[in-house]
C-alpha cells in the first residue's frame, strides 16, 4: 500500500486516492457471483422489488448514448440497498481497510455507514455516468462535506470500459458553492481516468467532479460503491437504507 502522507497528498491535491488491492479479489470474485446470480434472475422481481434498482432502459438517451431502450429492457444499471439482497458485501464493510483509508482521509477509524449500492456497466451496453459531485446529493447527504465515497471496484475499471473519471481539484471550493450546482459544461476527455484493478478503492472526495463514458468494450465495469461520513443528525437530505446510521465498530460486532 502507498505510504500514508503520499495517498492524504493525492486526495488533497486531485479529489481521489486509490488504495490498490485493499479488498482481496477472492473475496470480490464471491461477491460478483452473487451479483451475477441475482442478474440472471432479475425477471423474477416484483414491480415493488424492480423500484429498488435502476434498469439502463430507464435512463435519458443521452445516458444511454445511442443503445436502443428497447435492446436493455431488463439490464441492471444500479442494484439498490444491496446489504438488503447480498447480505455477504457486509464482509467489505467491515474490512479493515475501509477503517483504514477513512482514518487516513476523514481523519476517524469509526466512520458511520450511509448507504451502497452496485453500479453495472455490461460490456457494450453500459451507460454513461454524468458528472457530478456527491456534494450535495440527493439521498444521502449530510450538512457539510465531511464524508466520502468508497468505489469498490469489483471488475477492472479504466477510461475504456466506462471506468470513473476526475476533473483534478475541482473538489477546491467552499460548501455554500458546491450547492449553487454544476455551472460549467464539462468535457469528457478532460478528466483524468484512473487504470483500476478489481480490489482497489478509489476514495472520492464529495466535492470532486466526477463520471464515467458508456461501455463499449468488450469487458464489464463493476462497482461497489459506499458512502460514510461522520456522527450527525444534520442532513440535507435523508433516505433510511439497512444499516444506515451504523458504525463501522457496530457493523463489525453485528457480523460476529
Ligand atoms: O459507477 C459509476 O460510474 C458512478 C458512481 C458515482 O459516480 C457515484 O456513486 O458517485
Not at 243 to 254: K, R
Request: proline share 4%.
Amino acid at each position: 500500500m502507498k505510504d500514508r502522507e503520499l495517498l492524504q497528498w493525492e486526495y488533497d491535491a486531485k479529489g481521489y486516492a486509490i488504495f490498490k488491492q485493499a479488498i482481496p479479489q477472492l473475496l470480490c470474485k464471491e461477491i460478483l457471483e452473487k451479483i451475477h446470480h441475482f442478474e440472471y434472475s432479475v425477471g423474477t422481481l416484483s414491480e415493488k422489488q424492480r423500484n429498488s434498482h435502476v434498469f439502463i432502459n430507464e435512463l435519458s438517451d443521452d445516458q444511454r448514448a445511442g443503445i436502443d431502450a428497447s435492446l436493455c429492457k431488463d439490464m441492471l444499471y444500479i442494484i439498490g440497498d444491496i446489504c438488503e439482497y447480498f447480505p455477504e458485501i457486509i464482509q467489505i464493510f467491515i474490512h479493515p481497510s475501509i477503517a483504514h483509508i477513512t482514518n487516513v482521509l476523514l481523519g476517524t477509524d469509526n466512520p458511520v455507514y450511509h448507504f451502497s449500492n452496485i453500479t453495472i456497466k455490461s460490456a457494450y451496453y453500459g451507460p454513461q455516468s454524468g458528472l457530478h459531485r456527491d456534494y450535495p446529493n440527493k439521498y444521502i447527504c449530510p450538512m457539510t462535506s465531511h464524508f466520502m465515497r468508497l468505489i469498490l471496484c469489483l471488475s477492472e475499471g479504466n477510461k475504456h470500459n466506462g471506468g470513473l473519471g476526475f476533473i483534478c481539484g475541482s473538489h477546491r471550493l467552499e460548501d455554500k458553492e458546491a450547492l449553487q450546482g454544476l455551472r460549467t459544461q464539462y468535457s469528457y476527455d478532460t478528466l483524468e481516468y484512473p487504470e483500476c484493478e478489481q480490489g482497489d478503492i478509489i476514495a472520492v472526495h464529495p466535492k470532486v467532479i466526477h463520471g464515467g463514458m458508456s461501455n463499449r468494450s468488450d469487458k464489464d465495469r463493476y462497482y461497489c460503491v459506499s458512502q460514510w461520513g461522520m456522527p450527525t443528525d444534520d442532513f440535507l437530505y435523508y433516505t433510511e437504507e439497512k444499516f444506515t446510521g451504523i458504525s463501522f465498530t457496530e457493523l463489525s460486532a453485528m457480523a460476529q
